[in-house]
């Protein structure tokens, strides 16, 4: 059975205190994984894509990275601005995305 | 650019009654997805289109729940009759059909069956 978890359930930060979060899974036959960040009262907005293990992507404060079990959501010397709720999901089937609970990311002035 | 469009943001009735969500993804776009978001299970999907077309519906109850897409840019979400546990917020998102094009989410309709 396809699986997604997300750790932690929730972050608090200090402004500039770096973290990682975590999106561990289970699938058959991965075909991408995806960061999204959702703001309250809004619909997720896309950060990156992962295909490979290996492969990492930057925005901004952000880096994801991907192994064949795990991805991790990066964050460098966060800001306030930063903070939200921060989904993981992965494509299966033809085009179906399968998404983890999420991290509510608090970074603290 | 326009992205997805929802309609309304919030709708709140009573238990029994019919309700419709709609949604104009992004033009051009050749798939559009529905999902609900609630506190214990998160976003799930419910059905999807491809060129108007259902792909998987396998995510809906279809004894209550029913998607149309009766053209390239206009979807529906009806639920016929309402029950105070379809209360959640339903998300409407497309897509290209090219490897590796990301969803692009709508701001959702808040749903609230009293």
């Known amino acids: 059975e396809d699986q997604v978890t997300q750790s932690p359930e929730a972050l608090r930060l200090q402004e500039g205190e770096s973290s990682s979060l975590n999106c561990s899974y289970t699938?058959?036959?991965?075909?991408?994984l995806f960061w999204y960040r959702q703001d309250p009262g809004k619909g997720p907005e896309f950060l990156f894509t992962?295909?490979?293990a290996g492969e990492e992507k930057e925005k901004e404060r952000l880096k994801a990275t991907l192994t064949k079990k795990e991805s991790f959501l990066h964050i460098t010397a966060p800001k306030p601005e930063d903070s939200a709720t921060y989904l993981c999901a992965v494509k299966v089937g033809a085009n179906n995305l399968f998404f983890g609970t999420g991290t509510r990311l608090t970074v603290i002035p | 650019d326009a992205g997805v469009i929802q309609s309304p943001r919030h709708e709140v009735t009573e238990m029994g009654q019919e309700v419709t969500l709609r949604c104009k993804p992004i033009s051009g776009h050749d798939y559009l997805f529905w999902y609900r978001q609630t506190m214990m299970q998160g976003l799930e999907l419910l059905v999807y289109?491809?060129?108007?077309?259902?792909?998987?519906d396998s995510g809906m109850p279809k004894d209550r729940f029913s998607a149309k897409m009766p053209n390239a840019s206009f979807s529906t979400l009806k639920i016929q009759p309402s029950e105070p546990r379809d209360s959640a917020v339903y998300f409407c998102?497309?897509?290209?059909?090219?490897?590796?094009?990301?969803?692009?989410f709508g701001d959702g309709t808040r749903l609230s069956i009293l």
């Open positions: 289109f491809n060129n108007k077309a259902v792909m998987d």
């Open positions: 992962l295909y490979s």
């Open positions: 699938v058959s036959g991965l075909r991408g």
């Open positions: 998102a497309s897509s290209l059909d090219r490897v590796g094009q990301p969803q692009h």
